[in-house]
């Protein structure tokens, strides 16, 4: 997605840009290259923090920050940033941390079941030990979209009494054994593995709170580009824009529009671009990917105004 995201962001000589997932530096390369712009780079991971310090050594056009993209307001004011033309988040988990068998994040390499994006909160390995049956249930179902939910997280109770899961090949094991129908060309455990990534890094918490704190630090007209490869992750991407878009108010197409703030964001297009089918082909992950593109609105009040110009 990265000729669609440079698109999508339209990057301007003298810009101030926000990558909130620096990953490998790809997209904050592609910034870079596409204009004469600053590029402040957010990851929360201590290796791709490595990478992004590395890269800022040679490029003084980029400012590499660790941390979290839910602070980004603050880590952005901290580091000296007013308001920026433009925020590009690619959510989720980057094929350095994948095909590192070491970080626990893959079902095909066998590694201690740790799954932690950042250093620091409790582990897959920490989470399954701790929920209910019933609560690992709800959590395949809604973060995996796992059919076998119920069957897996019961086969997961009745191996963990006899030995706690520690490793990331045990754990798809027990899930390969426990299904029934698995999807041709997918690994059994493919939305187990992805239910316990979300959890275990509050993907979504993270997502929810990121949205908010781009209405604080972009400045009208600039645009926030948000690529995300889970539905729950593009629903809420989608409801929050149109929410902040004044779409959101209708409660039913029977009652009046009830008159709500002003439109504090703008779709600039939308339906959701989708990778193109050479991209599928090449990389087969990017299937599910959806990229949504919005734009920061000038307030229609001049109070407003002033503290976004603030
Ligand atoms: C899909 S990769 C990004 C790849 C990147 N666009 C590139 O071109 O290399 C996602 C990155 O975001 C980071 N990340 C995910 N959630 C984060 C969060 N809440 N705060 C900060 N970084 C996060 C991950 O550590 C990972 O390095």
Known sequence: ?????????????????????????????????AADCHVLAIDRDPEAIGRGRQLALDEPRMTMLAGRFS???????????????????????????????????SFRLDGPLDMRMGDEGESAADLVARLSGDELAALFREFGDEPEAGRVARAIVARRAERPFSTT??????VAAAKRRVKPGRDPATQVF?????????ELGELEAALHASLQLLAPGGRLVIVAFHSAEDRMVKRFIDERSGRGRTISRHLPVVDGPAPEMRFLRRKAILPAPAEVDRNPRARSARLRVAERLAADDPETDRRLAA
């Open 169 to 174: 090949g045990d754990l798809a094991a027990t």
């Open 71 to 105: 602070a980004m307001a603050e880590l952005a004011a901290a580091a000296g940033f007013g308001r920026l033309d433009g925020i590009v988040l690619d959510i989720g988990v980057s094929s350095f941390q994948l095909d590192d068998a070491a970080r626990g994040f």
């Open 1 to 33: 997605m990265l000729a669609e995201m440079v698109s999508a962001l339209a990057p301007r000589d003298g810009g101030v840009y926000l990558d909130a997932t620096f990953g490998g530096g790809g997209y904050t390369r592609a910034i870079l290259e």
């Open 194 to 202: 992805q239910a316990l990534r979300i959890a275990v890094n509050d």
